[in-house]
């Protein structure tokens, strides 16, 4: 017996659905270029029913993006502490240990973002330069 009757009895659905498939996604565009709008504005903005005023860009400053890394950073150590907590009654005192580490470890990281100001918000205010004083 060959393989290649009963390769195209179990392929078939495959090719079936891959048919239709191809066959909704050119009805859906020609029905979109078919009934869309033919004016000259279609390619004017339009936000929420009002058209917008202004630049829609606009510049966000990098340490949006540094918060942003820090927190997923430590969210995921969050996720490995709940794993740790899960299987705490297996990992006995060395996992416990292993987690007091990890958890200093973090700890010095954050504390160190901290001192460097990398959590600072606002704005920077420069220090105060010591004055000597004149004799």
Same mark, same amino acid.
């Given at each position: 017996?060959?393989?290649?009757?009963?390769?195209?009895?179990? @392929?078939?659905?495959? $090719? @079936?659905? #891959?048919? #239709?498939?191809?066959? %909704?996604?050119?009805?859906?565009?020609?029905?979109?270029?078919?009934?869309?709008?033919?004016?000259?504005?279609?390619?004017?903005?339009?936000?929420?029913?009002?058209?917008?005023?202004?630049?829609?860009? $606009?510049? %966000?400053?990098?340490?949006?993006?540094?918060?942003?890394?820090? $927190?997923?950073?430590?969210?995921? +150590?969050?996720?490995?502490?709940?794993?740790?907590?899960?299987?705490?009654?297996?990992?006995?005192? #060395?996992?416990?240990?292993?987690?007091? %580490?990890?958890?200093?470890?973090?700890?010095?990281?954050? %504390?160190?973002?901290?001192?460097?100001?990398?959590?600072?918000?606002?704005?920077?205010?420069?220090?105060?330069? #010591?004055?000597?004083? +004149?004799?």
């Amino acid at each position: 017996m060959s393989e290649s009757p009963l390769l195209a009895d179990a @392929l078939w659905p495959l $090719f @079936l659905y #891959a048919g #239709a498939v191809l066959v %909704i996604v050119l009805a859906m565009l020609g029905l979109s270029y078919l009934a869309g709008p033919k004016d000259r504005k279609h390619g004017e903005p339009f936000e929420s029913g009002v058209v917008t005023i202004g630049e829609g860009h $606009f510049r %966000i400053s990098a340490q949006f993006y540094l918060i942003a890394m820090f $927190f997923v950073i430590f969210d995921l +150590e969050a996720v490995f502490i709940y794993a740790w907590a899960v299987a705490v009654r297996e990992t006995g005192w #060395a996992g416990y240990i292993e987690m007091l %580490i990890f958890v200093g470890i973090l700890l010095v990281g954050l %504390i160190y973002l901290w001192r460097l100001g990398a959590l600072d918000w606002g704005p920077h205010r420069p220090k105060p330069i #010591a004055r000597e004083r +004149e004799s």
